[in-house]
T-cell receptor, first 117, second 113 residues
Framework: AQKVTQAQTEISVVEKEDVTLDCVYE???????LFWYKQPPSGELVFLIR??????QNEISGRYSWNFQKSTSSFNFTITASQVVDSAVYFC??????????????FGGGTRLMVKP | DTEVTQTPKHLVMGMTNKKSLKCEQH?????MYWYKQKAKKPPELMFV?????LSINESVPSRFSPECPNSSLLNLHLHALQPEDSALYLC???WGQGNQPQHFGDGTRLSIL
């Protein structure tokens, strides 16, 4: 069975601080996919990034960066110079199915990030 | 703006009412999903449609009835709901393969009186 753990339920930082959101996963498959989503108060889940299990390159997109370490089954997300607009709930998710029947996402519990001015 | 449109945004209904939630996407995606999300919890998968056919039903009570009239539309028919069914209902769509991200709508906030 697959499992995603986000140990930090809530994080509070002051604007311009850097913050890292942790994600640890469990799966028996050798091929899998990891995702990060952002859910602002409006409710919509916004797709941020996808990572394939066979691609361990880290990625940077503006103030966002992701550190994928297969050896520790972690896929952590760092926001540099946080802003108030970054306040949201962030979900890490794992997908194993690779067919055309639709992919099932296993979500972590989410981390609520509050960025104070 | 989201590319997955859900209506209505808010719905209040009594336990004896019948209502429907609607979801529409025009990205050509072949898979569509319904999720239920309670406060401070992650989304829970309810149903998956692939190529307009129900492919996954996560043991959802029969008072929730999904329908996929065509590849762009997904409905969720509600009947005789319970107060514990109050939640945010999210629709999503994707190309269907495991490596493809799901794109979510804004959701419908449902309150059962």
């Amino acid at each position: 069975a697959q499992k995603v753990t986000q140990a930090q339920t809530e994080i509070s930082v002051v604007e311009k601080e850097d913050v890292t959101l942790d994600c640890v996963y469990e799966t028996r498959d050798t091929t899998y996919y990891l995702f990060w989503y952002k859910q602002p108060p409006s409710g919509e889940l916004v797709f941020l990034i996808r990572r394939n299990s066979f691609d361990e390159q880290n990625e940077i997109s503006g103030r966002y960066s992701w550190n994928f370490q297969k050896s520790t089954s972690s896929f952590n997300f760092t926001i540099t110079a946080s802003q108030v607009v970054d306040s949201a709930v962030y979900f890490c998710a794992l997908s194993e199915i690779d067919n055309n029947a639709g992919n099932m996402l296993t979500f972590g519990g989410g981390t609520r990030l509050m960025v104070k001015p | 703006d989201t590319e997955v449109t859900q209506t209505p945004k808010h719905l209040v209904m009594g336990m004896t009412n019948k209502k429907s939630l609607k979801c529409e996407q025009h990205m050509g995606h072949r898979a569509m999903y319904w999720y239920k999300q309670k406060a401070k919890k992650p989304p829970e998968l309810m149903f998956v449609y692939s190529y307009e056919k129900l492919s996954i039903n996560e043991s959802v009570p029969s008072r929730f009835s999904p329908e996929c009239p065509n590849s762009s539309l997904l409905n969720l028919h509600l009947h005789a709901l319970q107060p514990e069914d109050s939640a945010l209902y999210l629709c999503a769509s994707s190309w269907g393969q495991g490596n493809q991200p799901q794109h979510f709508g804004d959701g419908t906030r449902l309150s059962i009186l």
